[in-house]
Structure formats: C-alpha cells, structure tokens
C-alpha cells in the first residue's frame, strides 16, 4: 500500500503561481510513475502531468505545457508540480497518484494509488 498527502492549494489570482506536493508514505516510492489529474465540478478527472520512476520522462497535457512542471525528490519520497502562469480554467482539485506504468500514465486507469485532493482555485 501507498498512501498519498497533497499539500499546497490554495487561491490565486490569474497569472499566479503554486506549487503542489505530494507525499508518498507506506511501499517504497522509488520504482512508481507520479501522476497529477484534475477535476472541475461538473467534469471527468483529467490528465495533467506525469514522470517516470526514475525521473528521466515527463509528459504533459496540452493545456499546460509550457506552464506546470512534474518533478520528483525520491529522498523525500515526495513528488511536486510546479504552476505557473495560473488561469482560471486550471480551477480544480488536484489529485496525486502512482502507478506502474508508463504508456497508461495519462489516463486514470494506470495508477493504483491516489491522494485525498487539494483544491486549486484562480480567480479573474
């Protein structure tokens, strides 16, 4: 078992930045891909961003390339996704996840494990 804590929301006005975190504790965090989704009421969780076990493959949703950034401290079994330039679309809960896989690390039904959530809101 994995547990999983995200930590870091909040409120923002547009144009602002977060940085999210999250911490795994239980199995060893080292050999899981991390995963961000989120969902706005009223929608399907969505795809934000992934890295790989080791670090070395990230991909990302169209709707924040150039904006958020994944990384991954495995020291401190803690993975992070760094948010920029926030608009208000990006308005959600963000939810943390590890799984095994790397081709199904865009879609809910790769990962195994998930956080509580942690609300993101970005006003106008």
């Known amino acids: 078992q994995v547990q999983l804590v995200e930590s870091g929301g909040g409120l923002v006005q547009a144009g602002g930045s977060l940085t999210l975190s999250c911490a795994a504790s239980?199995?060893?965090?080292?050999?899981?891909?991390m995963g961000w989704f989120r969902q706005a009421p009223g929608k399907e969780r969505e795809f934000v961003a992934a890295?790989?076990?080791?670090?070395?493959?990230?991909k990302y949703a169209d709707s924040v390339k150039e904006r958020f950034t994944i990384s991954r401290d495995s020291a401190k079994n803690t993975a992070y996704l760094q948010m920029n330039n926030l608009k208000p679309e990006d308005t959600a809960v963000y939810y943390c996840?590890?799984?095994?896989?790397?081709?199904?690390?865009?879609?809910?039904?790769?990962?195994?494990?998930w956080g509580q959530g942690t609300q993101v809101t970005v006003s106008s």
């Open positions: 996840s590890a799984g095994f896989g790397w081709p199904e690390s865009a879609v809910p039904t790769g990962y195994d494990y």
């Open positions: 239980g199995r060893t965090f080292i050999g899981y891909t």
């Open positions: 890295i790989s076990s080791n670090g070395g493959r990230t």
